[in-house]
């Protein structure tokens, strides 16, 4: 049996880790060693891949990055998560404000040191993307299309710090990158009118406050059209190995999203459809090892 203390620091973990939300970076670390073996870094070995520390330290330095950008993201948005989240609301509360803003600046410092074995470009790099979170955290986010429009570059960042550490410019690359970045657009908005009566109540100005849900919805759908043009270029125009499942999932995925898009009216009908973005997302990362279901053995 835990005492009432070791009860008390394994909330406070919990706690921590839920402002973190650790489960996500979990999936960025993942998604960028996935992303370095199989686009990036796809004619160098295995291993030299895997066991190259600049690598690490720039994924462990975006993982802080990110760590430190969701702290400070939910310390300004401590009072609209109370009425969009109130169970993740009240399990975050049991650590101070003062306590994640430490870590927040910890995890700053550690994640500028760890750049800095990399190159002094890295350090400017990772300065400019911490202070470019801060920035929407505290004014962007309020704002329409600026601030939809910033998050989705600031999600796919920690991705460009290892394209230009392997300085990979192949088109495929690029289209792989756009199709991410619509996808993830389409989240953020998708998530607005999710939280749309938290925003109103803190009066952050989204699309779908400023502009109504019709037109967040033929935006969503404009989005979820451009996303086809990505995909048709990756099925039929870049060898993607048997990835091609995904992006026809992905199409499938994305007709049921348009059609349960324009019939819902609620937060939870707006959740289900957040949710079917993410899942597109995250089975994204993971079907990158479709790509080449070889690489382990012809690379090592």
Avoid: C
């Amino acid at each position: 049996m835990l005492s009432r203390k070791q009860k008390h620091i394994l909330l406070k973990f919990f706690s921590m880790f839920s402002v973190v939300r650790g489960y996500n970076i979990l999936v960025v670390v993942i998604a960028q060693y996935l992303t370095s073996i199989y686009i990036l870094a796809h004619d160098k070995p295995l291993k030299e891949v895997v066991f190259d520390i600049n690598l690490l330290v720039l994924v462990l330095a975006s993982a802080a990055t990110i760590a430190g950008g969701y702290i400070i993201n939910s310390f300004y948005d401590s009072e609209k998560d109370l009425i969009n989240r109130p169970v993740k609301s009240r399990l975050d509360r049991l650590v101070s404000q003062n306590t994640k803003l430490s870590f927040y600046f910890v995890l700053n410092f550690i994640a500028a040191v760890m750049a800095s074995y990399v190159s002094f470009k890295a350090v400017i790099f990772f300065s400019l993307y911490i202070f470019g979170i801060w920035l929407y955290s505290h004014k962007l986010k309020r704002l329409p299309f600026i601030g939809n429009l910033t998050s989705a570059i600031l999600t796919i960042t920690p991705f460009f710090a290892i394209f230009m550490y392997y300085k990979n410019f192949e088109t495929v690359i690029f289209v792989h990158a756009i199709f991410l970045f619509l996808m993830i657009s389409m989240r953020e908005l998708t998530k607005d009118l999710e939280n749309i009566k938290g925003d109103i109540a803190q009066n952050y100005i989204t699309i779908p406050v400023a502009y109504g849900e019709k037109t967040s919805k033929v935006m969503l759908t404009i989005l979820a059209l451009l996303t086809l043009v990505p995909a048709y270029l990756l099925l039929f125009k870049f060898q993607v190995g048997y990835m091609y499942f995904f992006f026809y999932l992905s199409i499938f995925l994305l007709i049921i999203f348009l059609f349960l898009l324009w019939r819902s009216k609620t937060k939870i009908q707006y959740l289900i459809l957040h949710n079917i973005l993410k899942f597109i997302i995250l089975a994204g990362v993971f079907s990158i090892l479709l790509i080449d279901v070889s690489v382990i053995l012809n690379r090592i």
